[in-house]
């Protein structure tokens, strides 16, 4: 497996890097199994949204990864961030996971503009303007 920072600019903040497989010799976070897990039983809740961005960033914290000097969080099945329940700011969710660290996200998906349509949704988008991306297909 070549190292993550062949995928990356070191120097750079705000590294992603977006791939439609896992990339070997990657530790991944399933999101969408530890987000669910996490939220059982608060789907009425009037606060879900304050307990699933919570959740998620405990969940991306606990799941923080080093290779060649190179912090890194690393998930997959993204599916649930996109639940409109949830209220999650994906932008800012990308923007801030991948500050001190780069975000791998393996996921299908599209784009154009700086606009990521998960699995080529355009109702399902992030806005990725100001981040470093590199897609790996």
Known sequence: ????TSYINPNARHNVILSP???DGVH???VGRD???ALQGKAH??????????AINKIISGN?????????????????????????NLSMFFRSNSQNQTLIVCAEGTINNNQFA???????TVDL???NIQRIN
Do not use: W
Not at 45 to 54: C, D, G, K, V
């Open 129 to 131: 303007s100001d981040l």
């Open 45 to 54: 809740n009037p606060n879900l949204p304050s307990f699933a961005e919570n």
């Open 64 to 88: 923080i990864q080093t290779d060649s000097d190179v912090r890194y969080v690393a998930i997959k099945n993204i599916g649930i961030l996109f639940e409109p329940q949830l209220a999650l």
């Open 1 to 4: 497996m070549p190292s993550i």
């Open 118 to 124: 998960f699995c080529g949704n355009e109702d399902f």
């Open 35 to 37: 987000l669910s897990s």
């Open 21 to 23: 497989h896992e990339i």
């Open 28 to 30: 991944y976070v399933d």
